[in-house]
């Protein structure tokens, strides 16, 4: 069964001037705005959460998700899980993309547990990881332009 999670992106601005603001919010039904922007190397607002951010944290989540999620089921007791994950964005054949997301967790689990049945949680979580499942998704665009 197909599930939607709707949001929005609003930007106001002139992109005549110079600069032009990358600032924009996010939104979705019943949470918080999300600030947005692009990053401070596209001349963006560093304080704000990019696209790049963004992806790669929907990412690291969902695994972390996944996997505590397996481990529960496995009945292996995780105590704790501190991603410091990264996001890396190159330019490969005149083509700049996200060639690389970096996981690097601590998992905390209670004495005792076998290290290799984690390990092998996590490398089993990205098979049921539905974002890093997704990063080869169909975009489909369908613009609306309005005057004024």
């Given at each position: ?47 704000r959460w990019n696209p790049e951010d963004l992806l ?6 969902c695994h972390m998700l996944t996997f505590l999620a ?79």
């Open positions: 069964m197909a599930h939607a999670y709707p949001f929005a992106i609003t930007w106001n601005g002139d992109t005549l001037a110079d600069p032009y603001t990358r600032d924009a919010l996010g939104a979705a039904p019943g949470k918080a705005e999300l600030p947005l922007s692009s990053a401070a190397e596209y001349a963006g607002n560093g304080a790669g944290t929907a990412l690291a989540t397996l481990a529960a089921k496995t009945r292996t007791q995780v105590l704790g899980y501190e991603d410091r994950a990264e996001a890396v964005l190159d330019t490969v054949e005149k083509v700049t993309s996200i060639t690389e997301i970096r996981l690097r967790p601590v998992i905390r689990v209670a004495a005792g547990t076998d290290a290799g049945k984690v390990k092998e949680l996590f490398e089993k979580a990205h098979k049921y990881c539905f974002v890093a499942n997704s990063i080869k998704s169909k975009v489909v665009m369908e613009p609306t332009v309005v005057e004024g």
